[in-house]
C-alpha cells in the first residue's frame, strides 16, 4: 500500500506544470512571497521534499479577516463582497434581496382606504 502512496506522490511531483514562478498576485498584483513548505512521506524509503509555496502578502496572509463578511439579514446567505450592498441601517444585504424587500415593503404597505 505504502508502496502506492509513495510513487503517487512521485506522479503528482511529476506532473506539477512546469511554470516559471509567478511574481506577482493575480488578484492584486503585490509581489509574491515564496514559503518553503516541507513536504515527506514517512516510513521506509520515505522522502523530502521542499516546495517554494507563492503566498500574496496582501491575500493570502489576509484570507481569514477577508473571508468574514456578515450573511445577507434578508435571505441569511453569505454575501459574495462584489455583490453585497447596505441598505438604509447598514446592514450587509444582498442587491438582489434589498430589492425584493423594498418590493414586499410596498406591497405590505396598505393601501389608502377608499371611502365609499
Ligand atoms: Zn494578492
Ligand atoms: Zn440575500
Not at 1 to 28: A, G, Q, V
Not at 83 to 101: A, I, L, M
Amino acid at each position: 500500500m505504502s508502496r502506492n502512496l509513495h510513487s503517487d506522490i512521485d506522479h503528482f511531483f511529476d506532473t506539477l506544470p512546469d511554470e516559471p514562478p509567478r511574481l506577482h498576485c493575480s488578484k492584486c498584483g503585490s509581489n509574491l512571497m515564496y514559503l518553503n513548505a516541507t513536504l515527506f512521506t514517512t516510513g521506509p524509503g520515505g522522502k523530502m521534499w521542499d516546495v517554494p509555496l507563492p503566498v500574496c502578502p496582501k491575500c493570502d496572509l489576509k484570507e481569514d479577516t477577508a473571508k468574514f463578511v456578515p450573511p445577507c439579514v434578508v435571505c441569511g446567505k453569505p454575501v459574495q463582497l462584489e455583490s453585497s450592498k447596505t441598505d438604509e441601517h447598514g446592514q450587509v444585504v444582498h442587491e438582489d434581496c434589498y430589492t425584493q424587500r423594498l418590493l414586499s415593503v410596498a406591497h405590505d404597505t396598505p393601501s389608502p382606504q377608499h371611502s365609499e
